[in-house]
Structures are given as C-alpha cells and as structure tokens.
C-alpha cells in the first residue's frame, strides 16, 4: 500500500501518514522512518504545470543557471534543505540565504525528468483533480525513493520568485514536501516548514526554521567540518572543457564531480548523476583540475564527492553553467543595430535561430567568456520568442555604460537544455 503525506491548506484538513510517527523528545519535529542514501539523493522535476502562474518567471538567476519557472522555483525548494549555501546562497527575495540545513545532507538537483515516473523515482509533478483541502503528498517510505505529486489544477500555483501574495506557493509547499522525502514527518511547531498545516500562501514555508534544522541533523547527522565543499569553478564549461574547481576538504586522490545527467526520462536511470571519478586534488585539497567529458551533462549544478561513502562525503550544490549541449551554444544568431552607440541612444538587437515559443533572457557581461550566464552583470531583457524564432529586442543604452565595453548574449531555456547566441560585443561612446 502506498503511505502518503500530505501537506493541506487551513486548520480542517489532515491527512497523515500510515506509518508511524513518534515525536522527538523536547522538539517539534517528528520522523517517518528510513533515510536517503547517496544514491537517492537526486531531485527532478516533470514539468507539467499548466497553471498560468506556475510557470511566469522567465528570468534567469546567475545562481540557479538554465532553469525558470517551476522548475527553478522547485530546485530552490530542495536546495533549501541542503548542508550548505547553493553558491553564494541568493537568488531568493524572501530569505537572505537559500541552503541552511547543517546536517551530512544535500539534495541533489538532477534538471528535468520527461514523465511523473514511479513512486520511488524522485521525481515532483502536477497532478489533476482534487483532494479536499490536500494542497500536494509525497509518497513514503522515502529509502528507496519518493515521489512528490502537487494537486496542479485545485489551486493557483505561483512560481514566484518574489513573496507571494495570493494563490499557493510552489518553493514553500515544495520544500515541506521534501522534507516529508528527506525522512520528516510533521511538526508542532507552527514556525516549522514542516507544520502539519501551510499558512496562507506557503510563502514563510520557503525557509526552514530551527525546529526542521534539528530534524535533519537528527536524521543525517551534524554535517561533518571535513564536509567537502565549492567555493568556484572557472574555466571552460563545455563539452571536453578544462575547468578548475576551487574549494576545501578535498580528498589528495579519488574524489568524483557529479554531474547533472542529460538522460531525460521518467524512470529511475535518469536520476542517475553523471559521474567524473578518480579526480586528484592540489594545494592541500583546494583545487581540483580536471577535463569534463565530451558528453551525457549539462549544466545546471554540481557536487564534489571527496573519497569517502557516506552523507558527510559529498558538498553542497554548487552552481554551474556549463553547456553540455554542445550543438546548442551559439544557435540563435544575434545581431545589433549599432556596436558603438551613444549612451541615451536606442538600438534595437535581433535575432533568428530561436526555439519557438519560450522564454528567452538577455544579458551582459563586461568580461567576455561564452557561454556569459554563470558571470553576466545585467539583464538587458526578457520576454518569449515567436513561433518563428526570430525577434528583436529595442533598449536605451543607460548612460552608465558610458566608456565601457559590453558583452552581450540571448539565452533560451528549453526543457532544461541552454539555447544560447553569440556573443554581440557593443563598445560603448
Ligand atoms: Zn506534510
């Protein structure tokens, strides 16, 4: 029989789990049983979502790369419970740091998946109909996976990113219900993520608090000070690129980079975290160098695994934009009407070779180095490209810019893949 946990909206409803849940002394925390191995750690997400305001952030975060809407509002949920900040821990206007759970844990953000998958893949979907109150359930016992279904078309689910105001919120409820996959049950204490209840719009729900930081130590552990961790990657991410990853607690030999895989599917081989093994460190365990390989990635986030097997060997997410596509970097063609403007001078960028119908961001750079989206300074713009693919985009040159050179770049985000342009240099009067 399948054991659900389900968050509800209001004080009416609760539907709780069938296993049993015994509180934890002088805490409001509960736990389900069982816990997640390295090799349930993976997150995904089958973006169905079909609400008008699920999917309406268009705009891409240097922290979180490649991914918007659902998508990105649900990778933010998980990474919420992670040991450490996801890079620089921002890209969230509701809390100051996104990735505070202290304990020997992470999830492991592994893109998109084609299907809802079976109820150990791990995998967060849309679902149809309704259940009373029941706002979404993760489907338990979590050890050999989860699955986690949102009652898509009963509620007005929002993306975000910014606070919101009405309708529900998919990164709060999202993150209560990942505490359910983690191995959490439900808290007493109403500031909680993990309170039986959600509260208004879920947005509070968003950053855990104490109580579910004690429940995930509790579960996995104090995260270990020889935790290994990222600090920055540079280099070239692409297909065969060398890149450098900087950090600390780096094993001298045998650590392995997890890799977001590019399997796209609905079963379970597709959580599968590409794997980079037998890495070498430098610099007493700070710096690694390595090639990445010339296919089966893409970007979006990334973990070292330091040479050990347990929760306490493998960092925090660190973002990574690299283009494991290859074929998709540099496809959309963009052109400028005037590379050496005036400031307060309107020109107008257009471009051809976009995937129909999705949305696209523009940004700039003032160091050059394509793909620009883990190190842009701006965004130029944003909206949705045509059926055709071609469009254009008008912009004032700010008066800022004065003197300076621009590097400027079209990304759009498709099913998880990067369609990006070359790089349109504009040197500015
Ligand atoms: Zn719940």
Not at 17 to 36: D, F, K, N, R
Not at 243 to 269: D, K, M
Request: proline share 3%; glycine share 18%; aromatic share 8%.
């Amino acid at each position: 029989m399948k054991n659900v946990l389900r968050l509800a909206i209001g004080s009416s409803l609760l539907v709780g789990s069938a296993m049993v849940v015994a509180p934890q002394e002088a805490e409001g925390y509960t736990t389900i049983g069982g816990s997640l191995g390295l090799a349930q750690r993976d997150l995904r997400v089958y973006n169905n979502f079909s609400g008008s305001n699920a999917n309406n952030n268009n705009t891409i975060h240097s922290n979180w790369p490649q991914y918007d809407g659902a998508e990105l509002a649900l990778w933010k949920a998980g990474a919420e419970w992670n040991s450490r900040a996801h890079g620089d821990g921002t890209g969230d206007s509701t809390q100051s740091t996104v990735g505070s759970g202290g304990a020997n844990f992470s999830f492991v953000w592994n893109g998109n998946a084609s299907g809802v998958g079976g109820g150990n893949d791990n995998i967060i979907s849309s679902l149809g109909g309704s259940s009373g109150g029941v706002l979404a359930y993760c489907e338990t016992p979590i050890s050999n996976g989860w699955r986690i279904r949102f009652y898509g078309d009963a509620w007005n689910w929002q993306d975000g990113p910014g606070n919101v105001t009405s309708g529900q919120d998919i990164q709060g409820v999202g993150c209560h219900e990942l505490g359910h996959a983690l191995g959490l049950g439900h808290s007493s204490t109403s500031s909680a993520t993990m309170y039986a209840y959600a509260i208004g719009t879920g947005a509070p729900n968003r950053s855990i608090a104490s109580d579910d930081i004690n429940g995930v130590k509790h579960i996995y552990g104090t995260m270990s000070g020889g935790m290994p961790s990222i600090s920055d990657i540079t280099g070239s991410m692409t297909l065969g690129g060398n890149i450098t990853i900087t950090g600390t607690n780096f094993s001298s030999t045998g650590n392995i980079l997890w890799l977001q895989s590019n399997v796209l599917n609905g079963s379970n081989s597709g959580g599968n975290m590409m794997k980079v093994t037998g890495l070498s460190s430098s610099g007493g365990g700070t710096v690694i160098n390595m090639t990445l390989p010339t296919g089966g990635w893409e970007g979006g986030a990334v973990h070292v695994q330091s040479n050990g097997s347990g929760g306490s060997s493998l960092s925090e997410s660190h973002p990574f934009g690299g283009n494991g596509g290859g074929s998709a970097n540099d496809t959309i063609a963009m052109t400028i009407s005037d590379n050496t403007p005036n400031p307060g001078q309107l020109v107008t960028l257009s471009w051809s070779g976009a995937p129909s119908n999705k949305s696209y961001t523009i940004v700039y750079s003032f160091t050059d180095g394509s793909p620009l989206f883990t190190t842009w300074n701006g965004i130029v713009g944003a909206g949705a490209t045509t059926s055709s693919g071609i469009g254009s985009y008008n912009k004032i040159i700010p008066s800022r810019g004065s003197g300076r050179t621009a590097y400027v770049e079209m990304q759009v985000v498709d099913g998880g893949e990067i369609y990006n342009s070359n790089t349109v240099v504009v040197d500015i009067n």
